[in-house]
């Protein structure tokens, strides 16, 4: 399996433009997550996903962050506008709970998109 | 309000052994999990307790205690590779609420 894979790896962006960040999960995993790490805050949980439908939002900073699935191979993280204070590293992850799996099963992170916001 | 604790860093010498603490205050709680981190990489996972007792994989083994909110991971035999960072993190709800802590930086000198 290739894993998560997350595009693009890298973006740099000038403050008030769209972003878009992008995530294919482990396919036939169930559960989809959005995290932002920095150096102040640590690993946070923005929002996640089961079966294509969100759970739990209550990490997402401000109604400038927004997220989706369309489907079960795919999700978007948009910021609009972008603000400096937006810089960090973008992580998804994916994880599978069925058939035979619990809480034990883990979260599989993908490479994460860097953001820089000028 | 919700807080999962352990040391910023630790400096231990090659062929130690190293515990990292965890001490952990959630509403909720299905599971405890070891991540490792290491620089501009994404988080891998190392271990996972959800009842009280010793978990072992090979180098690393992890604790948990549920009446005292504590966890501890064991690092034995370290090795160079072993320098990153070990997350600490609770699931507080039955599908996929994790909260981390902010990291404990290991440090191996030769």
């Known amino acids: 399996d290739a894993g998560v894979i997350q595009s693009p790896r890298h973006e740099v962006t000038e403050m008030g433009q769209e972003v878009t960040l992008r995530c294919k999960p482990i396919?036939?995993?169930?559960?989809l997550f959005w995290y932002r790490q920095t150096m102040m805050r640590g690993l946070e949980l923005l929002i996640y996903?089961?079966?294509?439908?969100?759970?739990?939002d209550s990490g997402m900073p401000e109604d400038r962050f927004s997220a989706k699935m369309p489907n079960a191979s795919f999700s978007t993280l948009k910021i609009q506008p972008s603000e400096p204070r937006d810089s960090a590293v973008y992580f998804c992850?994916?994880?599978?709970?069925?058939?035979?799996?619990?809480?034990?099963?883990?979260?599989?992170f993908g490479p994460g998109t860097r953001l820089t916001v000028l | 309000g919700q807080n999962i604790d352990q040391p910023t860093e630790m400096t231990a010498t090659e062929g130690a052994i190293v515990q990292i603490n965890c001490t952990y205050q959630t509403s909720g709680f299905n599971g405890l999990f070891w991540y490792q981190q290491h620089a501009g990489e994404a988080p891998t996972f190392l271990s996972y307790?959800?009842?009280?007792g010793l978990e072992e994989k090979g180098r690393f083994s992890s604790f948990l205690s549920r009446s005292k909110g504590y966890s501890y991971l064991l690092l034995k035999e370290l090795q160079m590779k072993d320098s990153a960072s070990y997350l600490c993190?609770?699931?507080?709800?039955?599908?996929?609420?994790?909260?981390f802590g902010a990291g404990t930086q290991v440090v191996v000198t030769p």
């Open positions: 396919s036939g995993h169930d559960y």
């Open positions: 307790n959800v009842l009280d």
């Open positions: 996903f089961n079966n294509n439908v969100p759970i739990d």
């Open positions: 993190a609770v699931l507080t709800d039955s599908w996929g609420k994790f909260q």
């Open positions: 992850a994916s994880r599978s709970t069925a058939p035979a799996g619990g809480p034990g099963d883990t979260q599989y």
